[in-house]
């Protein structure tokens, strides 16, 4: 089944304890961006990544670093997490020459809470 | 201004209504539109796009798209419960890096039966 995953699904910690959540795709996707959802503000691009190795600020990349080893995998991590990156994360993923036509794959989400 | 527009709702609606829902974008040059639902507690996925000033149909769903006004709306014919959810709004705006898709912060839309 074609699918993004993203772990853990759940998770709550405390300031400055560095956490990763992992993303993985099985479609063979070249482009792979993380989002972060709030209320009243959207979904908000953190990083995206165009292939191996190859990776981009979003909008709000601030206290989030990621990295692209390999081509299924973009994990998403926070060195020191704040209350204020409480929030809903979502990884997605698209081939290249389909990012132009919005076809993005959502993973199920993560929510992170930040004591 | 925001890049892209919605308003939150809740829209209510009856069963077998007509649900209108409506997005305004600011960048004249953007170039490509979307459609996403989002339920509760779920992920976002695509149900349209648009890409030329017009209509486009897909089963109960329309898509419209005037770049003249810049606004683009969903309108859903004989709305079921199961339509109940968010509907984000997404544009591809030009950029000097290269394109960029954003999201609007979509309305909640509640079919009542």
């Known amino acids: 089944e074609a699918q993004v995953t993203q772990n853990p699904r759940y998770l709550i910690t405390v300031t400055g304890k560095k956490l990763t959540v992992t993303c993985s795709q099985n479609?063979?996707?070249?482009?792979m961006s993380w989002y972060r959802q709030d209320p009243g503000l959207g979904l908000r691009q953190i990083y995206y990544?165009?292939?191996?190795?190859?990776?981009d600020k979003g909008d709000v990349p601030e206290g989030y670093k990621v990295s692209r080893k390999e081509k299924r995998n973009f994990p998403l991590i926070l060195e020191s997490p704040s209350p204020n990156q409480t929030s809903l994360y979502f990884c997605?993923?698209?081939?290249?020459?389909?990012?132009?036509?919005?076809?993005?794959?959502f993973g199920e989400g993560s929510r992170l809470t930040v004591l | 201004q925001k890049e892209v527009e919605q308003n939150s709702g809740p829209l209510s609606v009856p069963e077998g209504a007509i649900a209108s829902l409506n997005c305004t974008y600011s960048?004249?040059?953007?170039?490509?539109f979307f459609w996403y639902r989002q339920y509760s507690g779920k992920s976002p996925e695509l149900i349209m796009s648009i890409y030329s000033n017009g209509d486009k149909e897909d089963g109960r769903f329309t898509a419209q798209l005037n770049k003249a006004s810049q606004y683009v709306s969903l309108l859903i014919r004989d709305s079921q419960p199961s339509d109940s959810a968010t509907y984000l709004c997404a544009v591809i705006r030009v950029m000097g890096g290269g394109n960029k898709l954003t999201f609007g912060t979509g309305t909640q839309l509640k079919v009542e039966l």
């Open positions: 960048d004249r040059v953007s170039q490509s």
């Open positions: 479609m063979n996707h070249e482009y």
């Open positions: 990544s165009m292939n191996v190795e190859v990776t």
């Open positions: 997605a993923s698209s081939l290249n020459q389909r990012v132009n036509t919005g076809e993005l794959f």
